[in-house]
C-alpha cells in the first residue's frame, strides 16, 4: 500500500530513535528541523513522537526506509489533521546527507499524499519552507506543490531574518496528475 520503487512508508522500529538522535546532528537538517529553538532529541524524544502519533487523530508519522535493504531514511508525518475542514500540513525529513538529492523524498511525497489524499480524504495538504532550502522546494513542486504565499522576515536564522514560504496542494489537483 505505500510501497514505491526505491521507498516505502513504514512503522517506526525499536532502533530508529537511537539512529535519528545521532544522525540528527547535520547543520543542514538540524537547522530546519524546527522553526523555534533548537534542542537535541534524545532517542526516547523521537521514540515517544512516533508513539504518540499511533493512537492520534491529528497526526501521523511514518518512517521513510529504503526497499531494497529496509534500512532507515527518514521520516514523513501530516500534522494538524482537520477532520473538519479535510486539511493537514505534511512535513518531511532526511537527516544523512547522502539520502538527499536522490530522489528519495519526492517518491516519498508521493506516498504520503496518496494517503492524504485517498485513504485520510483531505482536500487539501499544505507545508511551510524556508526559500533558500532549494532542493527541499524542487521537491515540492515536483510532486504539484504550489507557492500561496511568503511570511516576510518570519524567522531569525543563522543571525539574519528570513522568509518562510507557504506551499500547498489540493486534492483534485492530485487526481489530476494521477490519471
Same mark, same amino acid.
Do not use: E, M, P
Given at each position: 500500500m505505500f510501497i514505491g520503487k526505491n521507498v516505502k512508508l513504514s512503522h517506526y522500529h525499536e532502533t530508529d530513535g537511537e539512529n535519528l538522535a545521532n544522525w540528527q546532528w547535520d547543520e543542514n537538517f538540524l537547522s530546519t528541523l524546527t522553526s523555534d529553538m533548537i534542542h537535541p532529541y534524545t532517542a526516547n524524544d523521537w521514540e515517544k513522537i512516533f508513539l504518540e502519533n499511533t493512537d492520534s487523530s491529528e497526526n501521523v508519522s511514518f518512517t521513510i526506509r529504503k526497499t531494497n535493504d529496509d534500512s532507515l531514511i527518514g521520516y514523513v508525518t501530516l500534522t494538524d489533521i482537520?477532520?473538519?475542514n479535510h486539511s493537514c500540513e505534511l512535513g518531511i525529513g532526511f537527516p544523512k546527507a547522502e539520502d538527499r538529492s536522490k530522489g528519495y523524498g519526492t517518491e516519498a511525497m508521493k506516498l504520503i $499524499? @496518496? #494517503? +492524504? *489524499?485517498n485513504n485520510l480524504n483531505m482536500h487539501k =495538504?499544505? $507545508?511551510s519552507v524556508y526559500p533558500f532550502n532549494t532542493g527541499a522546494v524542487k521537491a515540492y513542486t515536483k510532486v504539484g506543490f504550489v507557492k500561496e504565499g511568503t511570511a516576510k522576515d518570519e524567522i *531569525? #536564522? /543563522? +543571525?539574519k531574518w528570513v522568509d518562510i /514560504? #507557504? #506551499?500547498? =496542494? *489540493?486534492? /483534485? @489537483?492530485?487526481f489530476a496528475t494521477q490519471r
Open positions: 482537520s477532520v473538519r $499524499l @496518496d #494517503y +492524504g *489524499f =495538504i499544505k $507545508l *531569525f #536564522y /543563522d +543571525g /514560504d #507557504y #506551499y500547498a =496542494i *489540493f486534492q /483534485d @489537483d492530485w
